[in-house]
C-alpha cells in the first residue's frame, strides 16, 4: 500500500516537473526539412481555386509548416493539408482574388523553407461594372470648357479589367448621341478628354465595355462672360419735373457663344450729372434682358447715363438733358391771399400734385427776405399771408416753382 | 509627563491627519472642477486626418506622360498629392506592423480598405507582422482630370524593404523594387487610393557604379589592409575629442571657432593626425539648427584642412531606435549632411555608428543590423570617395559587417594584456582591412568615495601597457579617449549618478586646470613640445585627507548626538 502511494507521489511529481518544464520552456521542434518538389500555376485567373503542392521530407506530424502569401493588400497564411510528405496549399481567399504580384513563403516552424512568387491576373471572361469619374461637372466656356472622364471596368472581384477591346464614350449634344473612342487607353483603365463645350445646356455621358456600361453623368454648361452690349431709354421727356419716370431697358445680354447670360446677373445703371453727382440703381437680368425706371430729376440738369456688369461688360454712354418744365408762372395777389392759376408744363399735362412752390416776400427797404412754401395740388395752390408776422412797409413778392420765377408784385403791410 | 506626551504625540497626529485630509480633498475637488471645466477641442468638429509623421520621409519625383491632358498639376497641388499618397503608405506600413487600421480609412476608400482590414484580422490572428517601408518612389501621371478631382499614375521602381514575422523571429527579410498601378480621388479634400495594384516586382540591382571624384588620391584610402594617402602609409594616430567645457551635445550648440582653432593647433602640435568627433542626430536634424551646425562642421574641417589632421566623423550619435520606419529619416539626414561633404579629403571616414552593438540588448538584433545594411548602403552613394567604418564597442563585435566597412573600427576598455589575443582573432578574420582601435583609455579620477578610484599614473602606467601591447600586435592605429577632461558632462551620457559621471569626466589627457599628464607621452608623438610643466600629482593629497578629517569629524559628531538624546529620553523617563 505504501508502495503505491509512493509510486503514485512519485509519478505526479515526475509529470509536474515536466509540465513546469514546458511552461518555463516552450517545447522545441526540430526538423531538417527538404523541399523536395513544388508545383504551382505561376499565373492565376482571379477567382480560380489555387494549389500549392509540396513535398516536404524530413517532417514530423507535430511539425508546423504554414504558406504565407503577400500582395497589394497585406498578408494570408494558410495551413496545408498533408498527405504522407505531400503538403498542399489549398487556396480560396483573397490571396487569388486580388489582381498582381504576390509573394509566397513557405515556413516550417516559422523558419523560411521556401519562396515564390506568382500573378493574378483578372477575370476577363465577365466585366461587372465600369468605375467611372467625369469631370467637372460643370462647365464654363473659356474656364473650364472641356470633361475629362476617366474609365475602370472591373470584374467581380473589383479587379481592373486590361482593355483589349472596343472601349466607348458615348455623349448626348446638340445632334443626339456620339459615339467617340478614347484615344488613350491604359493597362487597366480607359480615359477620355471629351471636346469643349461652348454652347449653353445639359450633356449626357457614359462609357461602355463589352455588356457593362458606366453610370449616366450629367454635365452642366454655363454660358461665358457678357459681351458688352447697348440699352434704350424710353419715357424721356426732356423736363426736369420729377414726376416723369425714365425706363431703361438693355439689349439681350450674350456671350461671345451666343449663349444668353445667366437669369439674375446683376447689372448696373449708374448716373452722373452736371454738378459730379453720381447715382446708381442695379438690376438683374431676366432671359438676358435688364430693365430699370428712374424718375426725371426735379432740376435742370444733365445726366450720363452708362450700364455695366461688374468688371465683366460694360455699355456706351448716353447723355440727357433736363429743362425747365414750366414756361411761366401766374397767380394773383388780393388782401394778402395768393392764388396760383393752374401749372401746366410745357407739353400741356399739369404739374404733378405735391411740386412745391416757394413764396419769397423782400422788404423793398431793408431788402430782409422772408420764405415760405406749400405744395401744389390739382395745378393750383391757394395761401392767405398773415400781415401781423411781419414788420410794415414795403414788399415784393417772387414765386418759384420747379425752378422757374414768376414776375414780381410789390403790395404794402 | 508620559501621559502628556502622549496625549501631544495623538494632537499632533490628528493635527496632521487633518492636513492630509484637506489636502487630498482639495485636490479631488480641483480635478473634478478641472475635468468638468476641459471639453472637446472645438477643432474636432471639422474632419481629422492623421498626418505623416517626420520620420517617414522617402525621396521621390513626379513625371507626366499625359499630353492630352488640359489641365497640368502645379507644384502646390503635387506637393499635397505627394503628402496623401506618401501618408497612405506610412498608414499601410504601420498597420502592418501593428495589425491595427487605425489612420487606413483616411487614405484608403472602400473596397480597398475593407480588404485591408481583413488582412489585418488575419494577420493578428496568425501572430504575422511585417515591418515595412519604402524608400523611394518615382511617380509618372498617366491622367489627370480636368477637375482635379482624380488622378491615376504609375509608381513604378519603389524601393521597399520588408520582414515578414511570425511571432518573435522573422522568416523573411528582404528589397524589392515593386510597380504600382494608383488611381486617387480628392474626397473631403483629402486624397484617397481607389486603385492599388501591385503589378510586378523585382530584386534591386545592386547600383555600384558611383561617380568618384576627379582626383580621388587626396583621400586616405585602403589598400591591401593598409591606409595610404597619395602615396605614403598613413597610420592613424589621433583622438576622440570635444572642446573641453563643451563635451557632447554641447559642442555644437556652444561652437566657439576660437578654441577649436586653439584646439586642432594643439592637437597638431602634439604629432597626432587624426581627430574624431560626433553628430548629434537630434541637433543636425532639427531645420532650426542644421543651418548654423553645418557651418560650425564645415568651420572644423577647414581648420583642420590647415593644420593636416583628418577626421573621422561619427554620425547618428544619440540614435537609438533603429525602427524600419525611421529609415527614410535616417536617409534624408545623411544625404542633407555628407553629399555636400562628400568631396572634402579632410574627412578620412564617416562611422556610421558610435558602438550599435550595445543597442543589440536593447533591440531585436536585426533591427540594428538591418538599419546598419541600409545605411552602409545609402553612405556608398552619397560619399564614394571617402572611408566608412563602423565604431563597434568591442573588438568581438566588430566581426560584425566586416565586409560591408572599408576598415574595422573597435574600442578596447579591456585588460591590456586581453588585447593581443582579441586582436589577432579578428585580425585573422579581415586580414585585408586595417583595424583602427577607436577609442581607449582610462580615466584618472581620484576620489575617496566613489569606486573605481585611480590616479594620473594608474593611467599613465595603463597607457604604457595598451600601447605596448599595441606594438607587440602590430597595431598602428589608434584614436585614444580623449583630449581633454570635462568641467561637465550631460546626462544623456552616463546618466546621473556621480561616480559614473565622475569617472567619464577624467578621461581626458588635459586636466581641467590646463596641465597635461603623463599618459599622453604614450599618444602623442611630441609630447615634450606641449608639456609645459611636469604634473605632480599622488592619490593622497590635501584634497584627499581634508575630506577624510571632514568625515570623522561628521561621524563623530553624530555618535556625540545619539549619546544626547539617550540622556534626555531617561531623564524623561525618570
Known sequence: ?413 | MNQSINRSILKALIFASFVLCSVVLLYGISRVFYYFNTGADRSTMLPQFSEIKDVYNPSYSWNYSDPECEKKPDTIFLNKLTRDYLNAFYSFNSSQRTSKSIGLKDYFIDPIYGKMEQYLADNKKNKIRVESTSLSHHMNITYFSNDAQVIRFIDSNVLEYNRIYRGEKPFSEKYNWSNYEVVMKLENGKWKIRQFDKISIQPPINNTSVTLATDSTDFIRVENGTFYLKDKEFQVKGINYYPQNFPWNRFWKYYDEKIIKDDIALIKKSGLNSVRIFIPLQQFDDPKTFDDNFLHLQHFLKTCAKNEIYVMITLFDFYSTYQTMDWTFCDRHIEKLVKPLANDPTIMAWDIKNEPDLDFKNHPKEYVTSWINFILTQMRTYAPNQLITIGWSNLKDAENFINGVDFISAHYYLLPEDFAKQYATLKSLTPNKPIVIQEYGTHSYNSLYFPDSRTIWDQEAYYKSIHEEFKKASMNHYMAWTLYDFKSIPNEVVGKLPWRKKIQQNFGFIDKNGNVKPAFKYVAPNYDKIVKKKINRDRYNLFYFMSLFVFLILIIFVILLGFYVAKIKAKVNQ
Not at chain 1, 77 to 106: C, D, H, L
Not at chain 1, 116 to 125: I, M, N, P, S
Not at chain 1, 212 to 237: P, Q, R, V
Not at chain 1, 348 to 355: E, K, N, S, V
Request: proline share 3%; glycine share 6%; hydrophobic share 35%.
Open chain 1, 1 to 413: 500500500m505504501i508502495n503505491k502511494k509512493a509510486h503514485l507521489f512519485y509519478t505526479l511529481f515526475v509529470i509536474s516537473v515536466y509540465l513546469l518544464g514546458c511552461q518555463s520552456s516552450p517545447m522545441k521542434f526540430t526538423h531538417t526539412a527538404i523541399l523536395r518538389h513544388i508545383n504551382y500555376e505561376k499565373n492565376l485567373k482571379a477567382g480560380d481555386t489555387f494549389y500549392i503542392k509540396t513535398v516536404i521530407d524530413g517532417l514530423s506530424k507535430s511539425n508546423t509548416v504554414q504558406l504565407h502569401i503577400r500582395n497589394s493588400y497585406g498578408v494570408e497564411t494558410f495551413s496545408p493539408i498533408i498527405s504522407k510528405n505531400n503538403y498542399v496549399f489549398k487556396i480560396y481567399s483573397q490571396a487569388n482574388r486580388r489582381k498582381g504580384i504576390a509573394e509566397f513563403f513557405i515556413t516550417v516552424e516559422n523558419k523560411l523553407l521556401h519562396e515564390g512568387k506568382f500573378y493574378v491576373t483578372e477575370d476577363t471572361t465577365r466585366t461587372n461594372f465600369i468605375v467611372s469619374y467625369v469631370g467637372p461637372k460643370f462647365l464654363i466656356p473659356n474656364v473650364i470648357p472641356a470633361v475629362s472622364a476617366l474609365s475602370i471596368p472591373v470584374d467581380s472581384m473589383d479587379n481592373a479589367i486590361s482593355i483589349k477591346d472596343t472601349f466607348d464614350y458615348y455623349e448626348t449634344d446638340t445632334k443626339g448621341i456620339l459615339r467617340t473612342f478614347p484615344k488613350q487607353k491604359k493597362i487597366g483603365s480607359a480615359s477620355y478628354y471629351f471636346e469643349p463645350k461652348y454652347i449653353k445646356g445639359n450633356y449626357m455621358m457614359s462609357a461602355q465595355y463589352r455588356e457593362s456600361s458606366s453610370k449616366l453623368y450629367a454635365i452642366h454648361t454655363s454660358s461665358d462672360a457678357a459681351l458688352n452690349y447697348e440699352f434704350i431709354i424710353s419715357g424721356y421727356n426732356g423736363l426736369a419735373d420729377g414726376y416723369q419716370l425714365i425706363h431703361f431697358k438693355t439689349d439681350q445680354i450674350v456671350d461671345k457663344y451666343a449663349n444668353i447670360i445667366p437669369d439674375g446677373t446683376l447689372v448696373n445703371f449708374t448716373i452722373i450729372d452736371r454738378e459730379g453727382h453720381h447715382y446708381f440703381t442695379k438690376t438683374t437680368t431676366i432671359n438676358g434682358y435688364a430693365e430699370a425706371d428712374i424718375t426725371q430729376p426735379e432740376r435742370p440738369t444733365v445726366w450720363r447715363v452708362v450700364s455695366n456688369i461688374d468688371n465683366i461688360a460694360t455699355s456706351s454712354g448716353v447723355k440727357l438733358n433736363f429743362d425747365y418744365p414750366i414756361d411761366s408762372i401766374h397767380y394773383e395777389l388780393k388782401d394778402y391771399k395768393v392764388n396760383i392759376a393752374p401749372v401746366y408744363t410745357k407739353l400741356g399735362y399739369l404739374i404733378a400734385d405735391g411740386t412745391q412752390v416757394n413764396f419769397i416776400i423782400t422788404h423793398t427797404n431793408n431788402k430782409k427776405t422772408y420764405t415760405f412754401s406749400s405744395q401744389l395740388k390739382n395745378g393750383i395752390s391757394y395761401v392767405v399771408f398773415n400781415k401781423d408776422l411781419y414788420p410794415k412797409g414795403d414788399y415784393s413778392l417772387q414765386i418759384e416753382i420747379l425752378g422757374v420765377r414768376s414776375k414780381v408784385t410789390n403790395f404794402k403791410i
